[in-house]
């Protein structure tokens, strides 16, 4: 595990050690957490968002089966390509 250290003011540091019964590094570790989950979560918010704008729909016109067959076609000739076995 790293250690970081932490500066707090000299009144803030009184006003802790009047509350012995806590655990500062774990209350400090859970803020750093929940900061993280917080930026993480709009992080990917922001990306969805994104994503959504820079999407592009199809035109209507467009034919995916036509597109697919013309490049087949092209790729392989009219046979359809593929392996052909002697016989």
């Not at 806590?22 to 209350?27: F, M």
């Amino acid at each position: 595990m790293t250690v970081i250290s932490v500066r707090v003011s000299d009144d803030v540091k009184k006003r802790m050690e009047r509350l012995k019964h806590i655990n500062w590094s774990e209350v400090i570790r859970k803020a750093i957490m929940e900061v993280l989950e917080e930026e993480e979560e709009r992080n990917l918010a922001r990306a969805v968002l994104l994503n959504e704008k820079v999407r592009k729909k199809a035109p209507r016109e467009w034919n995916s089966v036509e597109v697919i067959r013309y490049w087949r076609e092209h790729r392989y000739g009219e046979t359809g390509g593929g392996c052909q076995r002697d016989s």
